[in-house]
């Protein structure tokens, strides 16, 4: 689905970002793995990728630094002849009541989950612009859509990156680039991990389909927005989260 095509997912070296990228591969993208600390992750991903016959490689960037996402994509100008997709999937998530949460805590999650979308894609649609082609995918969340108590500041940077993935793509549709959002329910990952089990099941119990989600069942809606099926859907958010009531 995705063969010839050059595709770079932050966040790659773990969860669905890391689903998102060996789906993609198995698809015959070349994929380039970003990640900021799990180093080992992203290099043994890469070898699985290239063991399974398939192209990866990896870059190492702090996506909420300027310097960083610069340097990234530099070496992406460097290495490969165009960006075909983007997915900005790096996300943190913390959660504290309002009286609790601090401005330290406010500019690390916007930091990375905003500035960090805004950042690669404004690097990314420079390159994208010139193809007049390119599928751009941001990562938002229910959250977003729905707020939690205990998720403010989350909730606020998903929000946001809906707002900014809307008139992205209207900015962009004119050079043949589409941006989509993808808001994800309970998804299995290390992001959410410290839930504690009474809230889990409270949140399982409100899902039609009777099931958490995995990072596969997102990395399915980023595969179909990465190609070509997808050619005429931009400034669409897609909910994955199994039909799931809000409480
Ligand atoms: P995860 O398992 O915690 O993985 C997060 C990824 O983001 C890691 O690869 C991490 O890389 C990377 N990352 C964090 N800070 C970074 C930074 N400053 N620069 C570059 N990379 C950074 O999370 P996940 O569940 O897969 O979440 C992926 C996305 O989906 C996030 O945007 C999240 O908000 C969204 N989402 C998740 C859920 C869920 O239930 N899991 C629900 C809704 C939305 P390193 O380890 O290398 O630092």
Redesign the pocket.
């Known amino acids: 689905m995705l063969s010839g095509k050059v595709m770079l997912i932050?966040?790659?070296?773990?969860?669905?970002?890391k689903a998102a990228a060996l789906l993609a591969a198995a698809n015959h993208a070349h994929v380039i793995i970003?990640?900021?600390?799990?180093e080992d992750?992203?290099t043994e991903l890469v070898n699985q990728i290239r063991e399974m016959g398939f192209y990866a490689s990896m870059v190492k960037?702090?996506?909420?630094s300027e310097e960083d996402v610069k340097a990234m994509f530099s070496y992406i100008k460097e290495k490969h002849s165009g960006l075909d997709v983007l997915v900005n999937?790096?996300?943190?998530?913390k959660n504290s009541l309002l009286s609790l949460s601090n401005t330290e805590m406010f500019y690390q999650i916007i930091g990375?989950?905003l500035k960090?979308t805004f950042l690669c894609t404004r690097y990314a649609s420079n390159i994208m612009r010139k193809q007049r082609s390119g599928k751009i995918i941001n990562?938002?969340?229910?959250?977003g859509l729905n707020g939690d108590a205990g998720q403010t500041v989350y909730s606020a940077s998903?929000a946001a990156v809906i707002g900014f993935t809307k008139s992205a793509a209207r900015e962009l549709g004119m050079y043949g680039i589409t941006v989509n959002a993808v808001a994800?329910?309970?998804?299995e990952?290390?992001?959410?991990k410290d839930i504690k089990n009474e809230v889990r099941e409270k949140i399982l119990s409100n899902i039609a389909l009777g099931r958490i989600g995995i990072?596969e069942d997102i990395a399915k809606v980023i595969l179909f927005l990465s190609s070509d099926l997808a050619d005429y859907v931009s400034g669409e958010v897609i909910v994955v989260d199994g039909c799931q009531k809000i409480m």
Not at 89 to 93: K, R, Y
Not at 184 to 187: M, N, Q, R, T
Not at 189 to 192: A, E, F, S
């Open positions: 932050t966040g790659a070296s773990r969860g669905i970002g970003n990640y900021n600390k799990s992750r992203a960037a702090d996506v909420s999937n790096a996300g943190i998530m990375v989950n960090g990562l938002s969340s229910v959250s998903k994800p329910g309970l998804i990952t290390d992001l959410i990072p």
